[in-house]
């Protein structure tokens, strides 16, 4: 495997959870997105817990370990740290691993990650608009749902950001309790499996809030990742959903704790060519 992306990650997680693998090979990895470096970490930091020793084998390519290095990843692991090798060539992190601890931690966390993104290119008030809502929408879903049952000590919710050529690749991901068991706290809602609650939450709009308006955060931004030709994954427990402007699919997945999303929009949702049509969120 050369590549670790929504596409291949699950391998990876495969291998890290299972009681019978003592090694991990990422040797020949030569391109991390943003989602699989948190699952990554955080599939780590699982394996640590359960006090399980996995020897790690990180890639090789300076250029990667830099990049990993610089997002800040070698830091949220404290098992089978790497020599890091010196470069003075690596691809920047335009925003590294951030920790989000809760609600109140929000609006400062959304300002540091608008600001990255504003030194890097000249966004418009509309772009501007549109990516601070995505963001305060994925990021709240960590403290307000991670949690929810209060079973979990510490969901270790984590953002991270890069960009591509022609796209910014968002991402956002905890170790709770899921989005199935978030919503079985609805009242009169029978637990739903992982790929139930995928689907009553993203294409009907449901959370474990009955008021009206509640909830539906998740289903704008599908709305928008089609209408703006980007992709979105959503990974819970056993299932994920990959949705891009001509599809939107769920997958069964290796059982791995929380929620994880990863969202892709291209470079005009930025300001850069055509305007921004943000009206799934008025």
């Not at 950001?161 to 978030?182: C, E, K, P, T």
């Not at 819970?236 to 001509?246: F, K, N, T």
């Not at 290796?254 to 969202?263: A, H, K, M, S």
């Amino acid at each position: 495997m050369t590549k670790l992306t929504v596409d291949t990650i699950d391998q990876v997680i495969e291998v890290i959870t299972s009681k019978e693998s003592t090694r991990l090979d990422l040797a020949g990895v030569d391109f991390i997105d943003p989602y699989s470096l948190l699952l990554l970490a955080l599939s780590l930091r699982h394996r640590e817990n359960l006090e399980r020793p996995l020897h790690v084998r990180w890639p090789i390519r300076k250029d990667v370990q830099g990049w990993m290095r610089a997002m800040g990843f070698f830091a949220e692991i404290d098992d089978q740290k790497p020599t890091l090798l010196s470069t003075s060539s690596r691809s920047p992190a335009l925003q590294p691993i951030t920790h989000i601890t809760g609600e109140d931690s929000v609006s400062r966390l959304v300002n540091a990650f608008n600001r990255r993104l504003h030194e890097r290119y000249p966004l418009t008030d509309e772009a501007r608009n549109a990516l601070v809502k995505i963001m305060f929408e994925l990021f709240q879903n960590i403290p307000q749902h991670s949690n929810a049952t209060g079973e979990v000590a510490d969901p270790y919710g984590l953002a991270a950001m890069q960009d591509y050529s022609g796209s910014i690749f968002l991402a956002v991901a905890d170790a709770g309790i899921g989005l199935a068991r978030s919503l079985s706290t609805r009242e009169g809602f029978v637990d739903p499996s992982d790929a139930s609650a995928l689907n009553h939450i993203v294409y009907d709009g449901m959370s474990r809030f009955s008021d009206p308006g509640r909830g539906g955060e998740l289903r704008r931004i599908a709305q928008l990742v089609r209408k703006w030709d980007g992709f979105l994954a959503i990974r819970s427990g056993e299932a994920l959903l990959y949705m891009d402007a001509e599809r939107g699919d769920i997958y069964d997945a290796p059982y791995f704790p929380g929620v994880q999303i990863g969202l892709r929009l291209p470079q005009r949702v930025f300001g850069i060519g055509a305007a921004v049509d943000n009206g799934a969120f008025l």
